[in-house]
Nanobody
C-alpha cells in the first residue's frame, strides 16, 4: 500500500486545514487508517484513527473536538479536518495504515505503511 499525504500549509491560530491521504489500493476501505504527527525533537504522536470496514473513530485528547477523521472509500482516501488550530498543532502530519491489530491504535509500531508527511504550521 502506498500512501500520499497532502494539504498541509501555513495558517493562523484559529484557522482550519484539510489534510488528505491518498492510497494506492482499495485496502484502506477495510484497514485501519490513522494520522500521526511529529514536531521537531519529539516522538511521533497519535492523532486520530478510523477503523477499517466502518466509521468508528478515535482521537487523542489534545485534538478531540477540533479534528475530524473521515474516509471516502470510493476514492481510496482518508481525510483529516483540522479546525481551531493552535500553535502547538505545528508538526509534520503522517497518515498510516495497519494490516493487523497487535498493539494499541496509538502505537506507531503497529502501522505497516506510511505516507511521506505534510507540514502544518500554525502561527500565533
Amino acid at each position: 500500500v502506498q500512501l500520499q499525504a497532502s494539504g498541509g500549509g501555513l495558517v493562523q491560530a484559529g484557522g482550519s486545514l484539510r489534510l488528505s491521504c491518498a492510497a494506492s489500493e482499495r485496502a484502506v476501505r477495510t484497514l485501519d487508517v490513522a494520522w500521526f504527527r511529529q514536531a521537531p525533537g519529539t516522538e511521533r504522536d497519535f492523532v486520530a484513527v478510523i477503523y477499517g470496514g466502518g466509521s468508528t473513530t478515535r482521537y487523542s485528547d489534545s485534538v478531540k473536538g477540533r479534528f475530524t477523521i473521515s474516509r471516502d472509500g470510493a476514492k481510496n482516501m482518508v481525510f483529516l479536518q483540522l479546525n481551531s488550530l493552535k500553535p502547538e498543532d505545528t508538526a509534520v502530519y503522517y497518515c498510516a495504515v495497519r494490516s493487523r491489530r497487535i498493539l494499541s491504535q496509538r502505537d506507531s509500531y503497529d502501522y505497516d505503511y506510511w505516507g511521506q508527511g505534510t507540514q502544518v504550521t500554525v502561527s500565533s
